[in-house]
């Protein structure tokens, strides 16, 4: 059982917005900045969003993330069907010297 | 561009040792902290082990700790994972991947660049 705590599955249809959530502690995310990572079918896991509200270069504006306390999301807006996919929340804890993910959220685009 | 390469897994014995390589290009590796993730078939993603970008400062899973050893040769831009008394439970795919920040407060632990991946399983 992870740690970081996030919904198993998530949907929307096209075009519409989705979130997900992601549950931790005072040692991680209240003190910590979050990531969140999306990672297609068979393939490697990318950084879609770092330090809680930063888009790397490339990734649409679509996607955005939030924290506050010891709490984050993640929002999608205007959902396309390549958006389906398994997004996962990180952050640093103090407490265990560790770096804890959520146990990922599969997103499905009806 | 860069590129992580992760090489040396297989199929091995429950009890036995494998090293993973990660060979990596397109930037300053000797500046950047490295990271091990793993992802069991079907599940989630699980952090393995972190070095500093001298290698001074390791830190470890809590499951993983006193069998698994993360290194690095900077002059040659490798990454390491020394696993050791292996397990069923050990059977995962294992990414390296670089960090964001190079160094500084681990508040900053983002990982930009990930490998492809090389699978371990460890059967009889």
């Known amino acids: 059982q992870s740690v970081l705590t996030q919904p198993p599955s998530a949907s929307g249809t096209p075009g519409q917005g989705a979130t997900i959530s992601c549950s931790g502690s005072?040692?991680?995310?209240?003190?910590?900045?979050v990531n969140w990572y999306q990672q297609l079918p068979g393939t490697a896991p990318k950084l879609l969003i770092h330090?809680?509200?930063e888009r790397p270069s490339g990734v649409p504006d679509r996607f955005s993330g939030s924290k506050s306390g010891t709490s984050a999301s993640l929002a999608i807006s205007g959902l396309q069907s390549e958006d389906e996919a398994d997004y996962y929340c990180a952050a640093w804890d103090d407490s265990l010297n560790e770096m804890l993910f959520g146990g990922g959220t599969k997103l499905t685009v009806l | 561009q860069v590129q992580l390469v992760e090489s040396g897994g297989g199929v091995v014995q429950p009890g036995t040792s494998l090293r993973l390589s990660c060979a990596a290009s397109?930037?300053?590796?000797?500046?950047?902290?490295m990271h091990w993730v793993r992802q069991a078939p079907g599940k989630g993603l699980e952090w393995v082990a972190y070095i500093s970008y001298h290698g001074t400062n390791e830190y470890y899973a809590g499951s993983v700790k006193g069998r698994i050893t993360i290194s690095r040769d900077n002059l040659k831009n490798m990454l390491y994972l020394q696993m050791n008394s292996l397990r069923a439970e050990d059977t995962a795919v294992y990414y390296c991947?670089?960090?964001?920040?190079?160094?500084?407060?681990?508040?900053?632990?983002?990982?930009?660049?990930w490998g492809q991946g090389t699978l371990v399983t460890v059967s009889s």
């Open positions: 397109g930037f300053t590796f000797s500046s950047y902290g």
């Open positions: 330090t809680n509200n």
């Open positions: 991947a670089k960090r964001l920040y190079g160094s500084g407060s681990y508040s900053y632990m983002a990982l930009d660049y």
């Open positions: 005072g040692s991680n995310i209240a003190v910590n900045s």
